[in-house]
């Protein structure tokens, strides 16, 4: 047997013609107990994302590692009688794409949530959820999430009184798709004790009708958990069920990496049961939540327990997640200027006083944490940077790379601090388009002049930025090639909106190369975790993590990238998603 594998190892040298096979084809490469792959893609175009070798033919994959990347019939060589091959006939292999900010256990389960996304109008919302209470009569109160507040033109906000009429008999209680805003009927707000002399808590709001009544709606975490508290939580078999679902949606879309953006303990305790059980079938960072309104020193050493306790075979805590502002619908962006649309609301507040943010993110940079920013305005975008550069000042330049996640607006004096203070922009591209919030809220909030500058993702890689991108599923859709799409198009897939109306891209000045998308949903994604030496690129030794998909992006019109489909979608030589033949 080693004699055959001599002579097949030279025999694969001299039809490949490149000198990558000869690490990729040895026994310490290939596995030392056999020579033989355990599965090999031949016949294909390989994007390898590598700059040394940008495209291939095939790939082998022996145990969890690439064993080979390079020609076909190189990688012939490598076949065995229990290697699995797959004719790819021309479709393309890509790294496995990683979902840089998104959160899987939000994806309402339909055992107990009614799910309203994808409905603008008001009357399909209510009916929905009329008729998802009629179904199930036993539930104590009626659940969901994902309303739009484009539904709820020209105020945005809906009222306890729609609610009540459908859902009379219990209580009621749906957050909105941007997971910022809640929704509560008249039933809801009296279990939560919330009346007219109720006041806000600090960094929220509850919303008040003409006559002073409590309206239903609830903006923010900290005044959503005045309902959420009363609410029995889901089990740890709820949480599991609807994570199983949601990583199972994702490996069909070529996902195999995901930062969590906002990891509740019982979350990580859901994930970290998952992999014990070998029924993890995703590398899962977690972004441990913080409190604004909770001290901070007890809460960083239960981050510390909490990496502990949690990490496992494909799991890592070593992330944590602070709000500094809001969304666009509660006015609770921080911006460096003030809203075009009413002095009430000046520039927003920043959640946590600079003081006190430095130390937050001085002290976790020191524990080796990385710190995950929500930042939509510019205001946040700088107070975030400004506690980065607290930190390297004070821990030095090697500390962990920080994310600031979506990046609506940013200071041009802001740009290259990204790169200096070593700051990923993680930005979610299907967020680039002329959808209701760019097309009707910010103009609104922000002005024609700011809605010019939204989403700087070529500005940002001009100034050598580290750019990710992060779905922010369930807010928006978690496709990749549709994100790839809209990066390189700012329009939606196919250069139509949802009523088929040909759309006009957002600022397209900030379009992104094809390229360049992609690496922000690969080698980005793992070098922004510190990952990039093991994944990110398919190259030999590396982590069998890949994607393939039934046409090559690269070969087809730009407004048709988001037609391409998943076929077979590997994490660490194990195949966890194949498309049904049909």
Not at 139 to 148: E, K, T
Not at 252 to 261: R, S, V
Not at 318 to 335: E, I, N, Q, R
Not at 451 to 462: H, M
Request: proline fraction near 6%; charged fraction near 25%.
């Amino acid at each position: 047997m080693r004699q055959y594998f001599v002579i097949a190892t030279a025999v694969a040298l001299l039809l490949s013609g490149t000198g990558q096979l000869a690490e990729a084809a040895s026994p310490a490469a290939a596995g030392a107990a056999a020579p033989w792959a355990d599965l090999v893609l031949i016949d294909g175009v390989v994007h390898t994302g590598d700059p040394q070798q940008t495209t291939a033919e095939a790939i082998a994959v022996t145990g969890e590692r690439i064993a080979y990347v390079g020609t076909t019939a190189g990688a012939r060589a490598l076949i065995g009688p229990k290697t699995r091959v797959v004719e790819l006939d021309g479709r393309a292999v890509l790294p496995g794409f990683q979902d840089s900010h998104v959160h899987p256990a939000d994806i309402p389960d339909p055992q107990r949530l009614v799910d309203l996304h994808g409905l603008t109008r008001r009357d399909e919302i209510l009916e929905r959820i009329r008729s998802f209470a009629a179904a199930h009569p036993a539930l104590p109160w009626i659940q969901g999430d994902g309303w739009d507040e484009v539904a709820f033109l020209p105020s945005g906000q809906p009222n306890r009184r729609e609610l009540d009429a459908v859902v009379p008999d219990r209580p009621a209680y749906l957050t909105n798709n941007s997971g910022h805003e809640g929704w509560a009927n008249s039933r809801a707000l009296a279990a939560a004790n919330i009346g007219r002399e109720t006041p806000d808590p600090s960094n929220g709001r509850i919303e008040h009708d003409a006559d002073g009544e409590p309206s239903g709606a609830l903006q923010e975490s900290a005044a959503m958990e005045l309902v959420e508290r009363v609410i029995a939580p889901p089990t740890a078999e709820d949480y599991q069920r609807t994570l199983t679902a949601a990583l199972n949606t994702m490996n069909a879309q070529g996902i195999t990496a995901l930062e969590d953006a906002m990891t509740r303990p019982e979350i990580a305790a859901a994930y970290k049961a998952l992999d014990a059980s070998s029924r993890l079938p995703m590398r899962v960072h977690m972004c441990l939540a913080h409190r604004a309104e909770d001290p901070d020193e007890p809460q960083i050493r239960r981050f510390i327990a909490e990496r502990r306790a949690f990490s496992g075979r494909r799991t890592k805590a070593d992330c944590v997640k602070v709000f500094l502002d809001g969304a666009y619908g509660s006015h609770t962006v921080a911006l460096l200027e003030p809203y075009a649309d009413g002095l009430q609301y000046g520039r927003g507040e920043i959640f946590i006083a600079q003081q006190r943010l430095n130390r937050i993110v001085t002290r976790l940079d020191r524990l080796g944490f990385r710190v995950h920013f929500h930042a939509q305005g510019d205001g946040a975008v700088r107070a975030a940077l400004d506690a980065v550069a607290a930190a390297r000042h004070a821990n030095g330049d090697h500390g962990p790379m920080h994310t600031i996640a979506h990046v609506n607006l940013v200071a041009a004096a802001d740009l290259p601090r990204f790169r200096s203070l070593r700051v990923a922009a993680n930005m979610s591209p299907l967020w680039s388009r002329q959808d209701p919030w760019e097309r009707v809220f910010a103009p609104r909030l922000f002005g024609m002049a700011r809605v010019g500058k939204l989403f700087p993702t070529r500005q940002l890689l001009e100034n050598h930025a580290l750019l990710v991108w992060g779905s922010d599923w369930p807010v928006t859709g978690v496709s990749p090639v549709e994100g790839l799409e809209t990066a390189v198009t700012r329009r939606y897939a196919g250069g139509r909106d949802p009523e088929g109306k040909e759309d006009l891209p957002l600022n397209a000045a900030e379009s992104l190369t094809l390229a360049e998308a992609i690496a922000a949903y690969t080698v980005n994604g793992a070098r922004l975790q510190g990952e990039a030496g093991e994944r990110g690129t398919l190259t030999s030794g590396k982590l069998a993590d890949f994607v393939v998909l039934d046409r090559d992006p690269y070969a087809v019109p730009v407004l048709a990238i988001h037609e391409a489909r998943v076929e077979l979608t590997v994490l660490g030589g194990a195949v966890v998603y194949e498309a049904t033949k049909h």
